[in-house]
Nanobody, 122 residues
Framework: QVQLVESGGGLVQAGGSLRLSCVASGRTFSRFTMGWFRQAPGKEREFVAALSWSAGSTSYADSVKGRFTISRDNAKNTVYLQMNSLRPEGTAVYYC???????????????WGQGTKVTVSS
């Protein structure tokens, strides 16, 4: 089992920045691909970014490329999502996930956190 706890959400104005963190405990963190997803009210959960266990491979949703950066610190069992130039459509609950490959499909991920809410005001 892997337990994931997100933090760093909040209210920010459009154009602002936030950094989300996700701390993992349980099984060896460094062996997992880590991903971030988000779910806006009334919408399906969507892929945001993912990072392979070695940090050698990343993938991003087209909507966040160039604005968001995913990174990890295996020594701290932590994955981060730096979000810059935030837009109102980025308002959502953001979820951290641990899985088997840096791919956008939710089925690649076996463990999920409870989420942290991000609200971007216009």
């Amino acid at each position: 089992q892997v337990q994931l706890v997100e933090s760093g959400g909040g209210l920010v104005q459009a154009g602002g920045s936030l950094r989300l963190s996700c701390v993992a405990s349980g099984r060896t963190f460094s062996r997992f691909t880590m991903g971030w997803f988000r779910q806006a009210p009334g919408k399906e959960r969507e892929f945001v970014a993912a990072l392979s266990w070695s940090a050698g491979s990343t993938s991003y949703a087209d909507s966040v490329k160039g604005r968001f950066t995913i990174s990890r610190d295996n020594a701290k069992n932590t994955v981060y999502l730096q979000m810059n130039s935030l837009r109102p459509e980025g308002t959502a609950v953001y979820y951290c996930a641990a899985g088997r490959g840096p791919y956008p499909g939710v089925n690649w991920y076996d463990y999920w956190g409870q989420g942290t809410k991000v609200t971007v005001s216009s």
